[in-house]
């Protein structure tokens, strides 16, 4: 099973995405869920991740206040709202799931059913 990532595209500095995880009605209900990004010559960066057992969120430092991860169940998504975004978001994003935990916590342990990506781009 993947997922499936979609909403990336160009938009400007300050401006708002909302992108969108297909993942499996299984995922939701025992694995953590997390967004992550990777641009050129960087490593991959864990963004957002959002828990199966209560719903308890994190994010990390560089979009704290300005991105909002959720989950629909009727759905079977997961979401990250951008907003503000700058530059320095641009990137390829993708969802996963940790499937060692069901809350969210600092250290990912094994993460599956990576996404094709999507990419985002903020740019005047």
């Known amino acids: 099973v993947q997922f499936v990532e979609s909403g990336g595209g160009l938009v400007q500095p300050g401006g708002s995405l909302r992108l969108s995880c297909a993942v499996s009605?299984?995922?939701?209900?025992?694995?953590?869920i997390g967004w992550f990004r990777q641009s050129p010559g960087k490593e991959r960066e864990g963004v957002s991740c959002?828990?199966?057992?209560?719903?308890?969120?994190n994010y990390a430092d560089s979009v704290q206040g300005r991105f909002t991860i959720s989950k629909d169940y009727a759905k079977n998504m997961v979401y990250l709202q951008m907003n503000r975004l700058k530059p320095e978001d641009t990137a390829v994003y993708y969802c996963a799931a940790d499937i060692e935990k069901r809350r969210c916590s600092s250290r990912w342990g094994t993460l599956q059913y990576w996404g094709q990506g999507t990419q985002v781009t903020v740019s005047s």
């Open positions: 009605e299984v995922a939701l209900d025992y694995y953590a």
């Open positions: 959002i828990s199966s057992s209560d719903s308890s969120t």
